[in-house]
């Protein structure tokens, strides 16, 4: 029986299983979420940079009057930068709503957001043999992952709480809602806001880009497609999924294909309609 | 670079609003607010030697402006000329200002909901002419020019006739609004209408005592991780990753 065949647990693969599934290629984005993901990447490139330079009071700002001096003069004046700043926001905006009314059923799901956000107790362990293992404390495995592990889960938690309060100050402080007094907090909550997404995003540029266990995931962000012995290694309980998976649909079509062949025998030239 | 500064004679002020009236007209300030405000002080002394004086507040034009630095975009920014000025294209009217000025010379404007205030008229003074509330002035008690240039009516007025700024022994930001007229009468004008201590808003307040600490203490604590991380892996070596 092929239900032997799939591991609860992930079991030491032969050099030829590994091979294999090296070769196999298993869809993990789908094209609109590498474009929606690369759009959102240059956004906060360019926000991130000209936000910075907004930032000019010497009560508040974070970096020094030379990076404001030299960001400003690439648009010509403060006015120019600040209305790019807005206009590019705008246009964020805009984009993840039309991503979220046409695509809120297949990406914003409850069932879909609970894979993407809850932690489970091997989310909490793994977190922990993580950050020993990249510190060379323990030799210890991680513990079995879905198709997005405790840290990437960390992080859109992060994400998904902060962007509406990126969005909703943007647009309180464009185009200076309410009161004064909201437009006041707005700017704070905005920079705070953004500070604990830079937080976590610097953890997500080192992973996606420098840390080499992770090459398939940056690639996937470009193909869609990671391979399976990389979905195998650290998302154990994605692959028994897409496995489990695989074979009911397998046996569905075997069904399928037995029950027209009966057919098929006991009737071999059906009746026209109408007949 | 000049250096521009207006005196108002309180001896000649009638306390008419003319100047108010002239400089609503002219920036299309919306009623309930105003760039210059006439007061007048409360009586004092005993009868029959009671005393009182008009005094005409607006942009001091600060030689230390207060602000300038709670700005969190630059939007207002002090020129060359001495003219502490409101770049509207970039100010969000977040009010931080508002709450700075120990004049209360700023207001929301709301037609904009942004800053507005008093500028000397740079555009007039651009043209040449002079600002509206001084050639509007019935009684003539208005003057504007360059304090640099030793030749004009407001250089003699301050440097030999001693007029006055409103300034606080605590407060005293160098206002660029200077005010003749007897010296009770001005002490009076201090008294009545001092001014205050700049204020920076509750916002601004957290902004710069808890949550730039924390942001900065996140993000650098974040980064510093992964330059360990990057540098244990560097330790490691390359190593072949079949996947």
Redesign the interface.
């Known amino acids: 029986m092929r239900t032997d065949a799939i591991p609860t647990q992930p079991v030491p693969l032969t050099a030829d299983e590994a091979e294999a599934m090296l070769q196999r290629q298993v869809k993990k984005h789908h094209v609109a979420i590498i474009l929606l993901h690369w759009f959102n990447a240059y956004v906060w490139l360019f926000e991130l940079v000209t936000g910075l330079a907004i930032i000019s009071s010497p009560l508040f700002r974070v970096v020094p009057g030379w990076y404001i001096t030299i960001v400003e003069g690439f648009f010509g004046s403060r006015a120019n930068m600040l209305t790019a700043h807005i206009v590019v926001g705008l246009a964020w905006i805009f984009v993840f709503l039309v991503y979220g009314i046409f695509g809120h059923r297949t990406y914003l799901a409850g069932e879909i957001l609970r894979k993407e956000i809850v932690l489970d107790r091997d989310d909490v362990r793994w977190l922990i043999v993580r950050v020993k293992t990249i510190l060379g404390l323990t030799r210890e495995p991680l513990p079995p992952q879905g198709n997005y592990n405790a840290g990437q889960k960390l992080f859109a938690v992060s994400v998904y709480m902060m962007i509406p309060v990126i969005m909703l100050t943007g647009l309180v402080m464009t185009f200076r809602l309410f009161s004064p007094q909201v437009v006041g907090w707005a700017v704070v909550l905005h920079f705070a806001a953004v500070g604990g997404v830079v937080a976590g995003l610097i953890i997500h540029f080192y992973m996606g880009t420098v840390f080499p266990e992770e090459k398939p995931a940056f690639f996937s962000m470009i193909t869609g497609n990671v391979n399976e012995l990389h979905v195998y290694r650290h998302h154990f309980k994605w692959w028994r999924d897409v496995k489990l998976a695989e074979r009911e649909w397998a046996r569905t079509r075997e069904g399928v294909v037995s029950e027209l062949e009966a057919t098929t025998a006991s009737d071999p030239k059906p009746a026209p309609p109408g007949a | 670079m000049a250096r521009y500064a207006m005196v108002t004679d309180l001896r000649k002020c009638v306390a008419c609003h003319a100047c108010t009236a002239a400089c609503n007209v002219a920036w299309g300030v919306p009623p309930g607010h105003a760039r210059t405000h006439v007061h007048v002080t409360p009586l004092a002394g005993t009868f029959p030697n009671l005393s009182s004086s008009p005094y005409v507040a607006q942009c001091n034009h600060c030689e230390h402006p207060p602000c300038v ?7 207002t920014s002090q020129d060359a000329d001495g003219v502490v000025r409101v ?1 509207k ?2 100010c ?5 200002c ?1 709450a700075a000025c120990p004049y209360e010379a700023r207001f ?1 404007n709301p037609a ?3 800053v507005d205030k008093c500028d000397f008229c740079s555009p007039r003074i651009a043209r040449g002419e002079l600002p509206a509330c001084v050639t509007t002035c019935t009684a003539n008690a208005k003057h504007f020019g360059d304090l640099e240039d030793s030749s004009s009516e407001v250089h003699r007025m301050v440097f030999a006739e001693g007029a006055r700024r409103v300034e606080s022994a605590t407060i005293a930001v160098a206002p660029n609004v200077y005010y003749l007229g007897k010296p009770e009468h001005l002490d009076l004008v201090v008294a009545s209408f001092p001014p205050r201590p700049p204020r ?2 509750a ?2 307040r ?3 005592s808890l ?2 600490p ?3 203490a ?2 650098g ?3 510093l ?2 330059a ?3 540098f ?2 560097l ?2 070596g390359e ?1 072949d ?3």
């Open positions: 630095e709670p700005c969190p975009s630059g939007a770049d294209g970039v969000i009217g977040c009010g931080f508002v929301i904009d909901r942004k920076l808003l916002a601004g957290t902004w710069r949550v730039r924390l942001v900065l996140a993000v604590a974040t980064f991780g992964q360990i991380a990057f244990v892996q330790g490691k190593k990753f079949e996947d």
